[in-house]
């Protein structure tokens, strides 16, 4: 899972962003977006630390390789997350929430890493690469590449998928304890049958999206 890592190295980047995101399709809660820098890359060679936990895509991780492999990746790795919520989905649509995310923990990750490194960001801009999951492009001041289905195809974007998966279910679970009758810690707002009968039965909660089908003729009633 490191083809496009190494390509992207070839071409002359030396800091690697894996960038994802958790939570397009919900009918409730935020958006999440993860990016990521496993490490870093000599002029002479391309290298990433080993893992002792398994960096995959996030969706064929269970639950607890999942937290485990969250609190290595924060432990060894430099990430930031984004966070943008309902009310911003609501307002911008999805798609221009999902990037605003992404943008966002990119922001946070560079900035992070400057301080670490103690450069400027003009001074490494044109080091980095964004690996980033799907069709995304051109939306961010750096070398961007869009792999569909790169969570399964680069490491980078796996542990990016994992730090935004991990952040949205930690999320979705505190507000489960907010509002117990959707049962959000099973399905994290996603459209299951359960969810769909308690928004009929109860209608929808502060935190659902209004603009997603089929809230969009609701009222919020909690």
Not at 144 to 158: E, H, L, N, R
Not at 184 to 190: A, E, L
Not at 203 to 212: D, E, N, Q
Request: with cysteine; proline share 4%.
């Amino acid at each position: 899972m490191l083809s496009w890592e190494k390509k992207a190295f070839l071409k002359g980047a030396s800091i690697i962003v894996g960038l994802d995101e958790a939570g397009r399709g919900p009918l409730a809660g935020p958006v999440v977006a993860g990016a990521v820098i496993l490490g870093l890359s000599s002029s002479k060679r391309f290298r990433i630390q080993r893992y002792k936990e398994r960096i995959d895509d996030s969706k064929k991780l269970r639950p607890l390789e999942r937290e485990r492999a969250f609190k290595e990746i924060s432990s060894r790795a430099v990430f930031g997350i984004g966070i943008k919520d309902h009310k911003y989905i609501d307002r911008v649509n999805i798609h221009m929430a999902t990037l605003a995310a992404m943008k966002q923990a990119v922001k946070k990750l560079i900035s992070k890493f400057c301080r670490l490194a103690n450069k400027k960001e003009i001074d490494i801009q044109k080091d980095i690469c964004v690996l980033v999951d799907g069709v995304f492009g051109g939306f961010l001041p750096y070398k961007t590449i869009p792999i569909i289905k790169g969570d399964s195809k680069s490491f980078s974007i796996a542990a990016a998928s994992i730090m935004a998966k991990v952040t949205r279910d930690a999320i979705m679970n505190q507000y489960d304890k907010k509002y117990p009758l959707y049962g959000f810690s099973k399905h994290k707002g996603y459209g299951t049958e359960f969810h769909l009968k308690a928004i009929k039965r109860y209608g929808p909660c502060s935190i659902h999206r209004k603009s997603f089908a089929p809230l969009k003729n609701d009222i919020c009633k909690n």
